[in-house]
């Protein structure tokens, strides 16, 4: 259940991932990522930008809906909003700007690149207090580099996660490449950390938590 804390009352239910779930998410991942990588920067942009677009066109049902699953005011929910778009927007344009280099060489006649490349699938662990934002900040970072995310939002505050996927899926986002899952933190991280296919974890939360993440990747 998912309680308002202003009322004590349940607004929704939300599901919680099995281990198959959990399965199915990395393997739609890795598929995800083949397709996502391949996609020309500036169409990945594209699709960003719209997903921007229908962020603020849902801003006033998504500002209430976070204030009452997290509790903060509807005025700061819709500048906590604006500003996950604002970053949405801004990792959209700088994957247009991942640049590589030349670098000098010490044998004459060799020419030196170096080339960035997305490192591959993504995990994302977040914290409850800043709904839009915390989820914001590891999924448009993941989509402006070319990876592929599987998300694991709070399941005390899920509807403002949910509302993000939904515009990036409307806005054209490819099939497995963003994916939100809920469930018992620990099983969650347990079994997706245990998995070969994620190569890179981002976290935002507690000291002890972020250790064991850490240990357990």
Not at 40 to 61: F, N, S, V
Not at 72 to 101: H, N, Q, S
Not at 129 to 144: D, E, S, T, Y
């Amino acid at each position: 259940p998912v309680i308002e804390p202003a009322t004590g009352e349940t607004l929704a239910e939300v599901p919680h991932a099995s281990p198959a779930d959990l399965d199915e998410a990395l393997a739609a991942s890795a598929k995800g990522f083949e397709t996502w990588r391949k996609t020309p920067p500036i169409q990945r942009q594209k699709i960003m930008e719209g997903a921007a677009r229908l962020l603020e066109e849902r801003a006033d049902d998504i500002a209430r809906d976070l204030t009452r699953e997290m509790g903060k005011p509807v005025g700061e929910a819709k500048l906590e909003l604006g500003f996950a778009i604002d970053v949405l927007r801004w990792y959209a344009e700088e994957g247009k700007r991942v640049y590589g280099r030349l670098v000098p060489s010490r044998i004459p006649g060799m020419r030196q690149t170096v080339r960035k490349e997305p490192v591959g699938p993504c995990l994302a662990f977040v914290a409850w207090n800043f709904p839009a934002v915390n989820v914001m900040r590891k999924v448009a970072g993941a989509l402006g580099a070319g990876c592929s995310l599987i998300i694991k939002p709070s399941e005390e505050t899920p509807a403002t996660a949910v509302a993000i996927g939904r515009a990036l899926t409307e806005a054209g986002l490819p099939a497995g490449v963003l994916q939100i899952v809920f469930g018992v933190p620990h099983e969650v991280s347990e079994h997706l950390l245990a998995s070969p296919i994620p190569k890179k974890l981002s976290f935002t939360g507690s000291v002890p938590v972020g250790k064991h993440l850490q240990k357990l990747a």
